[in-house]
């Protein structure tokens, strides 16, 4: 009745879901809490932006320059999880006009992680609320964010710094599509 195949496949489709809702439920509001790890680097990237003008119902596309400091917030077991604000990850910085610039990740819900312990890479996908309090109108987003890289660590070997490539895409109040594409190397905070 069942192939050996089938078995395989719905297994692992079982373990599979299993752990997602395990990952989804520990970053629900009211998880355990755990000791929060920062880490903060510089970055400089380009925003994306594609906006709706109803003026002349057309989408203007802009680009923005922008540099500061990324965070991101995690666990002592690796794993992402939210600072006390809420915020699994934050940018504050300034444009090429010297506009502030701030931008944070909530409500992060990985669909996969894989991390190579041997060789310190790492590689996770997710979605999650994005949150501009600068934005005009609408401050709150839907985004999904990939993110890769690899760690180095000390003679205890633990990580001390990580560098990653961030893939993000995302919208505000459906007239405002963001893409960015940063790459950073974090150092972990005191």
């Known amino acids: 009745m069942f192939s050996k195949k089938n078995v395989s496949y719905k297994l692992r489709l079982t373990i599979l879901l299993v752990l997602s809702a395990g990952i989804i439920l520990s970053f629900a509001p009211g998880a355990t809490a755990q000791p929060i790890e920062t880490w903060s680097g510089p970055l400089k ?95 709150w987003g839907i985004v999904y964010i990939d993110f890769s890289g690899s760690w180095k660590a000390a003679t205890s070997k633990k990580p001390e710094t990580i560098s990653m490539v961030i893939k993000m895409g995302g919208g505000i109040d459906r007239d405002v599509i963001i893409s960015a594409n940063p790459k950073v190397t974090l150092t972990k905070q005191p």
């Open 45 to 139: 990237f380009q925003v994306k932006a594609t906006e709706f003008n109803p003026l002349t119902e057309k989408f203007d596309k802009k680009n923005k320059n922008v540099t500061g400091t990324l965070e991101l917030y995690t666990g002592i077991e690796g794993p992402p999880i939210p600072n006390l604000d809420g915020y699994y990850m934050k940018f504050i910085g300034k444009d090429q006009n010297n506009q502030d610039v701030a931008f944070g990740i909530t409500q992060l819900a990985l669909i996969d992680m894989e991390v190579n312990a041997t060789t310190g890479k790492f590689l996770a996908v997710g979605v999650g609320e994005f949150y501009d309090p600068n934005a005009p109108g609408e401050k």
